[in-house]
């Protein structure tokens, strides 16, 4: 084998499935030192996490009360989504909650809520803001408030987990008999982002990354690898849809499934 091939080759097992052949599939950093790798039994694209992690640059600052942020807009847009598949008002936890518009969009709509958010400065602006409950810590290891919900929400937060088995276990846990989890996250198979490696391939495009650049993602999903991620954790699919802010794109993306970010409900089955 030589060099290069030896580069291609990953020295760690897929989280998801276990399998023992990922290939390198992708990289980002300046100098290309961060790899992704795809599984080719299950699809799932592994970080190597051994390259560094850094969550800080996702930290939710956006004005809760702003109606014309994009931001707003893609939680109002999520909400949507949830009451045209929900009908009835239950116990709505929003884990990686932000500057909590969902929650306040849940209230006005009779749910009882709780977020969840990393960051205390987010978690304070929607407290302070809107009002909602909001518990800072980490859903993963923060002890278990005892309730048990019909709706919980992870939007772009599952891409962010190291270990997407443990993470929904967890929800499923935390979920009554025919509760409802949405999850929004990249489509890692999406016609934007196929492109884009596709021109970075062929040298055609190159990214540039900050100095001090470290990546967030730990797993990238597609509609295959997330199926057997709902198998493995005691799940169906409700609905898988791809997604995009703009109007005309979003009505061929939800039909198509070939946007690069990804919306699925899913219920959770007896065990
Ligand atoms: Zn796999």
């Known amino acids: 084998m030589n060099q290069f091939q030896d580069e291609k080759k990953c020295h760690f097992s897929c989280r998801l499935c276990t399998d023992n052949n990922l290939r390198l599939f992708y990289t980002l950093g300046q100098k290309c030192e961060f790899k992704y790798y795809r599984c080719p039994n299950c699809k799932l694209v592994n970080y190597d996490l051994t390259g560094g992690l850094d969550q800080t640059q996702y930290i939710d600052q956006t004005d809760p009360t702003d109606d014309e942020s994009i931001y707003n807009r893609d939680k109002d847009a999520s909400w949507q989504f949830i009451e045209k598949w929900i009908s009835k008002p239950g116990k709505f936890l929003d884990v990686g909650c932000g500057t909590g518009r969902l929650l306040y969009l849940a209230e006005k709509a009779g749910w009882s809520t709780h977020g969840l958010e990393l960051s205390s400065e987010a978690a304070n602006t929607a407290t302070n803001t809107l009002g909602v409950k909001v518990t800072v810590g980490n859903f993963l290891t923060i002890k278990s408030d005892g309730f048990q919900y019909d709706l919980i929400a992870l939007r772009h937060v599952l891409e962010h987990l190291e270990n997407p088995i443990v ?76 997604y995009s802010m703009k109007p005309l794109v979003n009505f061929i993306y939800k039909r198509l499934h070939i946007g690069n970010k990804a919306r699925a409900l899913v219920q959770k089955l007896p065990s």
């Open 167 to 242: 993470a929904l276990k967890k929800i499923n846990h935390r979920l009554k008999l025919g509760g409802y989890a949405l999850f929004e996250m990249p489509n890692i198979d999406g016609i934007d982002l196929r492109l884009k490696r596709l021109m970075t391939n062929a040298g055609i495009h190159k990214k540039r990354f900050p100095d001090n650049f470290k990546p967030g993602h730990c797993n990238e999903f597609c509609r295959y690898s997330f199926d057997l991620l709902l198998k493995k954790t005691g799940f169906k699919l409700v609905r898988w849809e791809t």
